[in-house]
């Protein structure tokens, strides 16, 4: 018979039932959310070029109506999932060769919004 040690036993007890208390866990957006649709669009620079590398962010104009998102933007093009719901939008860019004006770093100084009513519609964001 083999006599297993206080530690061994917490181990297996850990091994047994430790899944369980993962259970639930989970990014799935809830139902009580919506829709959640793919998007896609563009992004263009203040002289009319795409954006050559960078991220898009989402926020909720309305707390509880939708959820934050991101996407990389590579060649002016992105693709994410939002769900249906007006967001506040800001940007970034990775290629610091060119600069991105500071106001459309920010949610609150953008003046970038998207209203998505359904995932079919391409989004166009013209820094400007």
Known sequence: MLKYSRIMRTVMTFL???PLCL???GTS???????YVDVSGTVNTAD????KSGNIYFEPETPG???????TVANGAFKTKLFLAKYRVALDMEDRKT?????FTKFATSGQHA??????T????DLK
């Open 23 to 25: 259970t639930g866990c």
């Open 115 to 120: 209203e998505i009513k359904d995932g079919t």
């Open 122 to 125: 391409p989004l166009v964001f």
């Open 48 to 51: 009319g070029k795409p954006l």
């Open 99 to 103: 600069t991105l004006p500071a106001k």
């Open 29 to 35: 957006p809830s139902p009580a959310m919506g829709e």
């Open 16 to 18: 047994a039932f430790g």
């Open 65 to 71: 109506q939708g959820r934050e998102a991101n996407a």
